[in-house]
């Protein structure tokens, strides 16, 4: 039996709508789920921390530089206890001219209606490739 509690249904609802920027690529909408003082700990393990740095560090996605990427939402667990949701997603992208995919997740941190950690974690060898596009 699934527990449907309030708590549940809103962190569920936030971490939908979190996701949906990303598809949408908004960077100004996704950035304004991010407290302050929040970290987005990056799947290569650089961490960036305050609004400045985690902006920085999703623009090249959002500007397209990795061409047009999606995030197809594969599960999501939440414990509503300590405000914290894990989504696997697979990663749909054109990458050198050829469609490609890989898989990752993330663990994402709220504090109210806000993500104060957001850790990446990817599988695909494409991704140690494509990293020196983001310098």
Known sequence: MTDMSPERDRLHR????????????????????????GVYDQFDGVAAQGLDEVRAAFAPQFSGRFG????????????????????????TLEARG????????????WQGDKVVYKLTYAKAKALQLDASLRR
């Open 14 to 37: 936030l971490t939908v709508d979190f996701l949906d920027t990303f598809n949408r690529c908004d960077l100004d909408a996704m950035m304004g789920y991010f407290a302050p003082e």
């Open 68 to 91: 047009e990427m999606k995030f197809l939402e594969q599960d999501l667990f939440i414990d509503a206890e300590t405000a914290k949701v894990m989504v696997s997603w697979v990663c």
């Open 98 to 109: 050829e469609p490609t995919a890989w898989r990752g997740l993330d663990l994402l941190h």
